[in-house]
């Protein structure tokens, strides 16, 4: 069965950094997009980033670019978010996510099209 696992999150200050990872297992990956979503206090869940399986060509919503890095190891079954110059906002339950296939471009930020979600790792930022 195909199993997420995030690990990274934590509390940081404004400014801060933080590396998330989300280690994938119990099935092949090399032919999926791994996405990371967040959901903050009351807000809904929003895509952040994206990586597609070639781990060549990513993807950010414009309030992370800049700040935020995706990216995936060599064998493709671990993705990684490095985040720095965090902000209050950025606080939120950080989820992983893979698609059964490679997702076109325009299929990114669709939730709907993830079939495999890791547990979440929660991100607080505050001083």
């Known amino acids: 069965q195909v199993q997420l696992v995030e690990s990274g999150g934590g509390l940081v200050q404004p400014g801060g950094s933080l590396r998330l990872s989300c280690t994938a297992s119990?099935?092949?990956?090399?032919?999926?997009?791994m996405a990371w979503f967040r959901q903050g206090p009351g807000k809904e869940r929003e895509f952040v980033s994206a990586?597609?399986?070639?781990?060549?060509?990513?993807y950010a919503t414009d309030v992370v670019k800049g700040r935020f890095t995706v990216s995936r190891n060599k064998d493709r079954n671990t993705g990684y978010l490095q985040m720095n110059s965090l902000e209050f906002e950025d606080t939120a339950v950080y989820y992983c996510?893979?698609?059964?296939?490679?997702?076109?471009?325009?299929?990114?930020?669709?939730?709907?099209?993830?079939?495999?979600w890791g547990q979440g790792t929660q991100v607080t930022v505050s001083s």
């Open positions: 996510a893979a698609s059964s296939g490679n997702l076109i471009t325009s299929s990114l930020r669709d939730a709907s099209k993830y079939d495999y």
């Open positions: 119990g099935g092949t990956f090399s032919t999926r997009t």
């Open positions: 990586v597609k399986s070639s781990g060549g060509t990513t």
